[in-house]
Each structure stands twice: as structure tokens, then as C-alpha cells.
């Protein structure tokens, strides 16, 4: 087996977090949240706030563990290393089989949604899968056979996909009325309709951790992947509030929630006119292209660390095989593979409404907090131990970071009757792995 070389720089750790967060989330679920909150703009800021706050501390935690390892596979490193071999092998295995897979799925369809809206080629649900999956297809080809050139569009469309967003944020502030939609009374609101918010919210936010794949092909990680984790979330929250208050308050709540995905392009054309608003659809579709790409990236890269690891990966000598170009070539084919699995169930619950207000993507990023908060408290036990001295990074952050994680989860559980099966599947996944890791390491240990 090869060595990963080291590829990455610190821009590329911070965009990549940004590049993931910000993408379909805050122009695909700004009508979510505002249907889930009764058209509150105030709830939404909050939520978002309170999401930022525990993603700022989840990032904090965790890079107190990303500092004390030199292994790659990110999120699976530190479960394996801080927890237990089996729990990590359960954790690669909801990454590699349910949480990569489904979020890729459903952020390719939005590439779909806004090349239609981009060319007028109507609403089908099927044509903006099918553009969307053949995007995501193009996506493995190139980050397998030019993965810097996958770096490339990463650091550029991250850049490129701010435009729309302070643009349409400024100009809502500006032709809208924020403080008055601000002054909105709290009692207005329901607490129920509060937490279901926080799915999407959650989604809009989600692509912070993905970036600890990448961790061990940074130039410098232990130094530049805790600065990455603190400064993406940071500056996604600055830019989310800006857009959610300026768009909303332009077009209104109300209008947002009717118009649907389509209210990007609305308010494009009212603020600048027919062609002004194609050249901020364009911006968007290649926003969402640059999430897609930070999931991959980090996604072909899951299953060749469980295959690297004893014992959790079946066909793991094949799959631990590098390319010319040192990338994992039949890691990359597998996860193809299980995200074509994930599209088409997309489809069928999309079609059928079978998530509600959500969809297959919300479910798997709320229950990934149930694994992070169980990685906060392997800090504040090297807390305990003595490893790290510091009390605000070993007991207050993990503290904050778990509320948070709690206050996520419980929003979860209140978006679809789905959501409980969806819960129960993982779980029944996750027994699965770790099942299947300790016949495994007995076979090994026999040998």
C-alpha cells in the first residue's frame, strides 16, 4: 500500500467547508425553514445562530482530537482511536453506506433543479435527477483521474458562489424592510414548527466535518485543520443571515414559501432584471457543482480508510488499491455505486412525498450528531485523564457542542414519522458493522 500524498494547503481545508455549507442548503431550504417557523424570519436567524454556535464548538472539539492523531480517515480515525475499533468501523460504515451517499444524492439533484430553472426546461422530477446524476458521475471521473484539478474547483466555485448571495443579500437590506420583519412578536411562533426547522437548518450547515477527510493530505494539518474548522463555520453564518434576512424581507415570507426553490430566480429578476437574474442562477448552479465536488472529494476517499483498517471493510485489498494518480480508484467506484443506490431512493420518496417537508439527506445529517456528541466526550475524558489541560477546551467546549448536538436531534425527531424507521435502519446498520468488525478481528486474531 501507498502513501496519500500531502496535496492540500489551508485554503483549500477552509473552502471546502464553506464550499460544502454553502452550495444547495441556504438557497434549497430558505422556503424549508420558513414553512417550518410559520414565516418567522426572526426564528430562522435564531436557529441559525444556535446551529452556528454548536457547529463553532463541535468544530472546536473536534480538532482537539484531529491535533492528536496523524492517521487518515477523519471522523473514523477518531472514533477507532478516542472510542473503540468497533464503534469506528460503525461509524465508517453510516458514512460510507447512509450519510455520504444520501447527502450527494440529494445535492446533485439540486444541480438538476436550477439547470432547469436556469434553461426553462420545466419541473420534472425526473429530468433534474438525471442532470443531476450525470453530474455527479462527471464528478468521481474527475476527482479520481485529476484530483488537483478537484481542488481547483473546489477553492473556485467557493469563491464564485458568494456572489448571489451577498449580492441578494445587500440588495434585499436595501429595497427590503429588515427591521420590520425583525420586530415580528415571539408569540407568534410555534415551538413544534421551531425544532422541524432545525433539520433543514442542519442541512444548510452540514459539510463542516467532511472536510477531516482531507485532514491527513493537508502540507500541515495539525496546524491548518483546527484553523479551517473555527473559521468555516464562522464566516457561513455571516453570509446565511445575510441572505435569509435580505431575501426574505424583499420578497417576503410568504412568497419564499410559495415560490418554493424559485424564489432565487424571482428575486434576482425583480432586483436586476431578466438577464442579471440568469447570471445569478448561473452563479448558483455553480455553488451547488462546488458542494457536490467537496462531497466527493471527501467521499471517495471512506471506504479505502476502512479498508485500510483490519478487519472493517470487506474486499479491502481491493479496495485499499491506489491509481497512478494515487487516488482510490475502486473506493471511488463503490461509493458511484451506492450513490446511484441512494438517487433512486431519493426519487421514490421525493415522488411520493414520503419525508414530508424533508427528505433522505436531513434524516442522516441529524443522526450524525449522535455520533459527533459521543466525540465531544472523548475530549472531556482526555480532559479527565490530563491530556488536555486547558478547562475551556476540555470541559466548556465539548459541553456547549453536546447542547447542541441534543438540540439538533430533538429537532429531527420532529420533521417525519419516517424519520423514527430512518433511525431505527441506521441503528440496525450500525450493529451490522460492528458485528461484523469482531468476527472479523477474531478471524485475524486466530491466525
Request: glycine share 10%.
Given at each position: 500500500m501507498r502513501d496519500v500524498t500531502k496535496k492540500y494547503g489551508l485554503l483549500t481545508a477552509i473552502t471546502m467547508i464553506v464550499g460544502i455549507?454553502?452550495?444547495?442548503?441556504?438557497?434549497?431550504?430558505?422556503d424549508n425553514i420558513l414553512i417550518a417557523t410559520n414565516g418567522s424570519i426572526v426564528a430562522g436567524v435564531l436557529l441559525f445562530t444556535v446551529a452556528a454556535i454548536s457547529i463553532i464548538f463541535g468544530s472546536l472539539t473536534i480538532s482537539e482530537l484531529d491535533r492528536r492523531t496523524n492517521q487518515m480517515g477523519g471522523l473514523v480515525t477518531y472514533a477507532q482511536e478516542f472510542v473503540s475499533p468497533a464503534i469506528g468501523c460503525a461509524l465508517g460504515w453510516f458514512q460510507m453506506l447512509v450519510y455520504y451517499p444520501t447527502i450527494t444524492a440529494v445535492v446533485s439533484w439540486v444541480v438538476g433543479i436550477y439547470t432547469c430553472i436556469l434553461f426553462n426546461w420545466g419541473d420534472s422530477l425526473t429530468t433534474q435527477i438525471l442532470i443531476g446524476y450525470v453530474f455527479a458521475t462527471l464528478c468521481f471521473v474527475y476527482n479520481l483521474l485529476a484530483p488537483k484539478f478537484g481542488g481547483f474547483v473546489q477553492n473556485s466555485t467557493t469563491f464564485v458562489k458568494l456572489i448571489p448571495l451577498i449580492l441578494l443579500g445587500v440588495l434585499g437590506f436595501i429595497w427590503g424592510d429588515p427591521v420590520a420583519a425583525l420586530q415580528e412578536s415571539p408569540a407568534q411562533l410555534n415551538q413544534l414548527g421551531i425544532l422541524a426547522a432545525l433539520g433543514p437548518i442542519a442541512y444548510s450547515f452540514d459539510g463542516w466535518i467532511v472536510s477531516t477527510a482531507i485532514s491527513h493530505e493537508l502540507r500541515d494539518g495539525k496546524r491548518d485543520m483546527p484553523r479551517a474548522l473555527a473559521i468555516g463555520p464562522l464566516v457561513v453564518l455571516v453570509i446565511y443571515v445575510l441572505y435569509f434576512v435580505g431575501i426574505s424581507t424583499y420578497v417576503g415570507p410568504e412568497q419564499v414559501m410559495a415560490l418554493g426553490d424559485a424564489h432565487v430566480s424571482v428575486a434576482a429578476e425583480q432586483l436586476l432584471g431578466t438577464w442579471f437574474s440568469k447570471a445569478v442562477v448561473v452563479f448558483v448552479v455553480v455553488s451547488v457543482i462546488g458542494t457536490v465536488n467537496g462531497l466527493v472529494m471527501g467521499y471517495i476517499r471512506t471506504p479505502y480508510a476502512l479498508a485500510i483498517r483490519p478487519g472493517m471493510m470487506p474486499f479491502s485489498d481491493?479496495?485499499?488499491?491506489?491509481n497512478r494518480n494515487n487516488m482510490p480508484a475502486w473506493s471511488a467506484l463503490f461509493g458511484w455505486v451506492v450513490v446511484s443506490i441512494w438517487a433512486a431512493v431519493h426519487y421514490i420518496c421525493?415522488?411520493?412525498?414520503?419525508?414530508?417537508?424533508?427528505?433522505?439527506?436531513?434524516?442522516?445529517?441529524?443522526?450524525?450528531?449522535?455520533?459527533?456528541?459521543?466525540?465531544?466526550?472523548?475530549?472531556f475524558r482526555l480532559y479527565r485523564k490530563g491530556i488536555i489541560k486547558s478547562w475551556i477546551r476540555g470541559v466548556l467546549f465539548p459541553a456547549l457542542a453536546t447542547v447542541g448536538s441534543l438540540i439538533i436531534l430533538s429537532g429531527g425527531l420532529q420533521t417525519s414519522a419516517f424519520f423514527l424507521g430512518y433511525l431505527l435502519f441506521c441503528i440496525a446498520l450500525?450493529?451490522?458493522?460492528?458485528?461484523y468488525y469482531k468476527r472479523q478481528s477474531a478471524k485475524l486474531a486466530n491466525k
Amino acid at each position: 500500500m501507498r502513501d496519500v500524498t500531502k496535496k492540500y494547503g489551508l485554503l483549500t481545508a477552509i473552502t471546502m467547508i464553506v464550499g460544502i455549507c454553502i452550495g444547495s442548503g441556504i438557497f434549497f431550504k430558505s422556503d424549508n425553514i420558513l414553512i417550518a417557523t410559520n414565516g418567522s424570519i426572526v426564528a430562522g436567524v435564531l436557529l441559525f445562530t444556535v446551529a452556528a454556535i454548536s457547529i463553532i464548538f463541535g468544530s472546536l472539539t473536534i480538532s482537539e482530537l484531529d491535533r492528536r492523531t496523524n492517521q487518515m480517515g477523519g471522523l473514523v480515525t477518531y472514533a477507532q482511536e478516542f472510542v473503540s475499533p468497533a464503534i469506528g468501523c460503525a461509524l465508517g460504515w453510516f458514512q460510507m453506506l447512509v450519510y455520504y451517499p444520501t447527502i450527494t444524492a440529494v445535492v446533485s439533484w439540486v444541480v438538476g433543479i436550477y439547470t432547469c430553472i436556469l434553461f426553462n426546461w420545466g419541473d420534472s422530477l425526473t429530468t433534474q435527477i438525471l442532470i443531476g446524476y450525470v453530474f455527479a458521475t462527471l464528478c468521481f471521473v474527475y476527482n479520481l483521474l485529476a484530483p488537483k484539478f478537484g481542488g481547483f474547483v473546489q477553492n473556485s466555485t467557493t469563491f464564485v458562489k458568494l456572489i448571489p448571495l451577498i449580492l441578494l443579500g445587500v440588495l434585499g437590506f436595501i429595497w427590503g424592510d429588515p427591521v420590520a420583519a425583525l420586530q415580528e412578536s415571539p408569540a407568534q411562533l410555534n415551538q413544534l414548527g421551531i425544532l422541524a426547522a432545525l433539520g433543514p437548518i442542519a442541512y444548510s450547515f452540514d459539510g463542516w466535518i467532511v472536510s477531516t477527510a482531507i485532514s491527513h493530505e493537508l502540507r500541515d494539518g495539525k496546524r491548518d485543520m483546527p484553523r479551517a474548522l473555527a473559521i468555516g463555520p464562522l464566516v457561513v453564518l455571516v453570509i446565511y443571515v445575510l441572505y435569509f434576512v435580505g431575501i426574505s424581507t424583499y420578497v417576503g415570507p410568504e412568497q419564499v414559501m410559495a415560490l418554493g426553490d424559485a424564489h432565487v430566480s424571482v428575486a434576482a429578476e425583480q432586483l436586476l432584471g431578466t438577464w442579471f437574474s440568469k447570471a445569478v442562477v448561473v452563479f448558483v448552479v455553480v455553488s451547488v457543482i462546488g458542494t457536490v465536488n467537496g462531497l466527493v472529494m471527501g467521499y471517495i476517499r471512506t471506504p479505502y480508510a476502512l479498508a485500510i483498517r483490519p478487519g472493517m471493510m470487506p474486499f479491502s485489498d481491493k479496495i485499499q488499491q491506489l491509481n497512478r494518480n494515487n487516488m482510490p480508484a475502486w473506493s471511488a467506484l463503490f461509493g458511484w455505486v451506492v450513490v446511484s443506490i441512494w438517487a433512486a431512493v431519493h426519487y421514490i420518496c421525493t415522488r411520493y412525498s414520503l419525508f414530508g417537508n424533508s427528505d433522505i439527506s436531513e434524516g442522516a445529517i441529524v443522526i450524525a450528531y449522535i455520533f459527533y456528541a459521543l466525540l465531544y466526550y472523548q475530549v472531556f475524558r482526555l480532559y479527565r485523564k490530563g491530556i488536555i489541560k486547558s478547562w475551556i477546551r476540555g470541559v466548556l467546549f465539548p459541553a456547549l457542542a453536546t447542547v447542541g448536538s441534543l438540540i439538533i436531534l430533538s429537532g429531527g425527531l420532529q420533521t417525519s414519522a419516517f424519520f423514527l424507521g430512518y433511525l431505527l435502519f441506521c441503528i440496525a446498520l450500525c450493529g451490522v458493522a460492528v458485528l461484523y468488525y469482531k468476527r472479523q478481528s477474531a478471524k485475524l486474531a486466530n491466525k
